[in-house]
């Protein structure tokens, strides 16, 4: 009997993964912020943090502007139009839920 290979979800908050989720036009700067955060956590070890907060921050970027109407939507956002929720409004909410 031989095993195969157990193949796990990639982990969304590789660096790989953002970028194949990445709008072309966010690409530049995903690829600028990290390198830089990478660099900074090979010479200062206590940086890691900051590169691992720095990939949760575009994980979630990468869901936001992967939606179809992203764009459009923060384009009505800026003019005063549409329907949104601040986040501290959605923080407020999440306080309220917590038990």
């Given at each position: 009997?031989?095993?195969q290979p157990v193949e796990l979800d990639p982990d969304p908050r590789d660096?790989?993964?953002i970028l194949a989720r990445l709008p072309e036009?966010?690409?530049e700067r995903f690829l600028r912020e990290y390198e830089a955060a990478a660099d900074a956590a090979v010479?200062?070890?206590w940086r890691y943090k900051q590169l691992r907060e720095l990939l949760h921050?575009?994980?979630l970027r990468s869901i936001a502007y992967s939606k179809p109407d992203y764009y459009?939507?923060?384009d009505e956002i800026q003019r005063g139009?549409?329907?949104y929720v601040t986040l501290e409004e959605v923080i407020a909410q999440r306080e309220q839920q917590a038990p």
């Open positions: 009997m031989t095993t660096p790989d993964v036009r966010e690409r010479h200062e070890v921050v575009w994980h459009t939507r923060w139009e549409g329907e």
